[in-house]
């Protein structure tokens, strides 16, 4: 065996590991993407439907948008295609239905390229994306394939989702742990189909979570952030 390919790959993996965890201080746990208002509405009441209601938001709204970005984030960065990522981040931007879900991935994004910049010894000046191309940002000197990227990102997702479904429900932690088993089953098929879509394909169509994000702007008792 190649001992420094193994180091590297290894060293890849442990880093995107870092990059995808809830605990990276980047404020992902403070939002609930709609969550919250799907419990006062009460479409979301027990694990059984906090499960489908998660499982069908990584497929119809994650996978339609954010993982197609990362993937083809990754490819720009690595490709130093500036006109790419800008175009990309744009797109992220207008196709935020709210002015929380725009807050969540402006805030993130900017933190998560603080985050970056306080690690290496010779920062580049200080810009700001939205998330998806920020972690894409963050990813690409790795070496690990754009498949594994998208992967982390979506299991980051679906750690602090999980995470706000036992707050907002509530839920125990074993339920929560069996929620996330499920969106963990279902992330490999939404990955795949993210990386398949061009800029013609993506979409984020989303219009119940778009109420539900409005609707959470001006709920009178919450948890996560507005």
Do not use: C
């Not at 509405?41 to 069908?56: I, K």
């Not at 920020?134 to 790795?142: E, G, L």
């Not at 125990?172 to 963990?184: T, V």
């Not at 979409?203 to 119940?208: D, G, K, L, N």
Request: aromatic share 8%.
């Amino acid at each position: 065996m190649d001992t420094t390919t193994a180091t590297r790959t290894d060293g890849a993996l442990l880093r995107l590991i870092w990059l995808a965890s809830p605990a990276l201080p980047v404020g992902g746990f403070s939002y609930s993407e709609g969550l919250e208002a799907a419990v006062e509405a009460g479409l979301v009441h027990d694990q059984a439907s906090a499960g489908e209601w998660l499982v069908q938001q990584l497929h119809v709204v994650l996978s339609e948008s954010d993982l197609a970005v990362v993937a083809q984030g990754v490819t720009a960065w690595r490709a130093d295609d500036e006109a790419r990522v800008q175009a990309l981040d744009r797109w992220v931007r207008r196709t935020r239905e709210t002015s929380e879900l725009r807050l969540q991935s402006e805030q993130m994004g900017r933190s998560l390229g603080d985050w970056s910049r306080s690690l290496q010894a010779n920062p580049p000046a200080r810009d700001h994306f939205t998330y998806p191309v920020a972690f894409a940002r963050a990813a690409a000197p790795m070496e690990a394939p754009v498949r594994d990227i998208v992967l982390a990102f979506a299991f980051g997702w679906s750690e602090n989702m999980m995470q706000a479904a036992i707050k907002a429900v509530p839920l125990g932690q074993a339920a929560g742990q069996r929620i996330l088993q499920r969106l963990a089953q279902e992330i490999p098929a939404a990955a795949d189909h993210a990386m398949r879509l061009g800029d013609e394909d993506r979409q984020a169509f989303a219009p119940r979570l778009a109420i539900l994000s409005a609707q959470h702007e001006t709920q009178y008792s919450r948890l996560f952030r507005s």
